[in-house]
Each structure stands twice: as C-alpha cells, then as structure tokens.
C-alpha cells in the first residue's frame, strides 16, 4: 500500500467578521481536496456590541397622536351642538377651533364628522363638512357620501344634485360604486324615479357595476315608469336567477324573488 503524501499551501483573507482567516488546502493522492480554515481571533472578539436605542434616531414624518385627535373631535362636536343655526357662528366657532393648528385638523374634523353622523346631527353634519370643503380639506369620496347622506335625511334635494353634478364633471373616472348607490338611493326615497334612471345610465356609461339593493331600486324605479322590458333587460344583465343564503351554519342555493 502506497502512503498518502500531503501538500500544504496557506494564504490568508481579511473578512469583515475576522480580522485574519488562514486556510491550509492539503491535497492528497487519491485526488480528494480538503480544506482547512481557522481563525487567529475568535469571532466574539471581532464583533462590536452595539447597544440600539430608538431615541436618537430621525423620523421623517411628523408622529401623529390618534388620541389627541379624538379629544379634539369630541370638543369640536360639543362646540357646535351649544350654537345656533346660523352660519357665520358656526364656521366663526369652527375658525377659531382650528386657529392654533399648525396644520389643517384634518383627522380631528373627520371623527367628528363621523360622531355626528351616528347621532344623526344631519345639519351639523351639512354644516361642518361645508365648512370643510370650503377650506379645501376633506375633499374625499368618503366625505361627499357622508353629505349626500345628511342631505337626504335633511330634504335637501337641490343641494344634493348640486353637489352630485360637481362630483360627476370633476371626478369621473374615479366616483365609487358606493357614490353611485347613495345617490340613487336618495332619489329612491323621495320617489324620483327620472332621476333614478339617469344616474344608474351614467353608472352603466362609466362600467361602475352596481350591487344588488341598487339592481333592486333601478327596477321598480321602471316599473313606475311602465318600461317592464327594461326592467327585464336589468335583471337579466345583473341578476341571476338563483342567490346562495346561509341557513343555520349551511351556505344554500335559493330562487331569487324578483
């Protein structure tokens, strides 16, 4: 049996976790390699303890207090609930409410907006949205859908379609479906079927599918108008014939009752 001869050659690396790394190749007869690495330095000394503490680093953005926020709203809602309906006392109040902001409140007028909303405060809803929009805030879709909502309940009709049409030439390509519901919800309640008609026309111009409530209001809205084949036709388009229910815990088919 022929011994195994061994040939060493070493060279050394500088890595960033050890300082010297040496590395012995050994070649043997048999054509096997291996290879052998240690370190003069262990790694535990190589490494720097670095003690991270969150205080001293640097946001970007302006942390913003969600709890301060609804303080502010609370205030703002129990503000205007002691005036009386007249509009320069209340957008002088809601002036001075915002006067010592560095920013628009933005946060703070849309809880308050909201807390309003589910107390049913219809006009000072109108009142503190207006006052919104007239500063230039709030201008999103879930602001006009909260005043088309306070317009309804409060009979304002005009105001509702002023309103809509600013929405409609200025924001066309991107009025949500639930827009296009709310709107023809509310000519739904003060039987307008017309009018109905003509914003689910722009509904279906613009490829807004509409829900199911709305299939149901478009509906009888033509059968008021006597135009039972359109009636037909926007079942057929929208409505199957069958609808899936939950019945104690089992998710079944059923005929829809149209």
């Not at 107390?119 to 879709?141: D, E, H, P, Y």
């Not at 009979?155 to 066309?172: G, K, V």
Request: proline share 3%.
């Amino acid at each position: 049996m022929t011994a195994n001869t061994y040939k060493f050659s070493w060279f050394s690396s500088h890595l960033p976790w050890y300082p010297v790394v040496h590395c012995a190749t050994l070649w043997r007869t048999d054509q096997v390699t291996y290879h052998r690495c240690f370190s003069l330095e262990p790694p535990h000394k190589c490494r720097k303890n670095v003690k991270k503490d969150g205080k001293g680093r640097h946001h970007l953005w302006k942390k913003r207090d969600p709890a301060r926020s609804g303080v502010k709203a609370i205030n703002l809602v129990r503000i205007i609930s002691e005036l009386p309906n007249e509009k320069e006392a209340v957008y002088g109040a809601l002036d001075k409410w915002a006067a010592w902001e560095t920013e628009f409140p933005l946060f703070a007028a849309a809880k308050a907006l909201r807390i309003l909303r589910e107390n049913s405060q219809w006009l000072r809803v109108i009142q503190v949205a207006k006052w919104m929009l007239s500063k230039g805030q709030g201008t999103t879709m879930g602001t006009y859908d909260t005043l088309l909502l306070a317009f309804d309940k409060d009979n304002r009709i005009d105001e509702a379609e002023s309103l809509w049409n600013m929405i409609l030439h200025t924001h066309t390509r991107s009025i949500s479906k639930r827009l296009f519901s709310r709107m023809i919800s509310l000519y739904d309640h003060h039987n307008m079927p017309d009018e109905l008609i003509e914003v689910f026309a722009d509904m279906e111009e613009l490829g807004v599918r509409p829900d199911e409530d709305t299939i149901r209001r478009v509906t009888h809205a033509f059968k008021i108008l006597g135009q039972e084949d359109k009636q037909k036709m926007v079942v057929k388009k929208y409505l199957s014939r069958w609808k899936y229910i939950h019945f104690k815990g089992e998710r079944i088919r059923v005929r829809r009752d149209i």
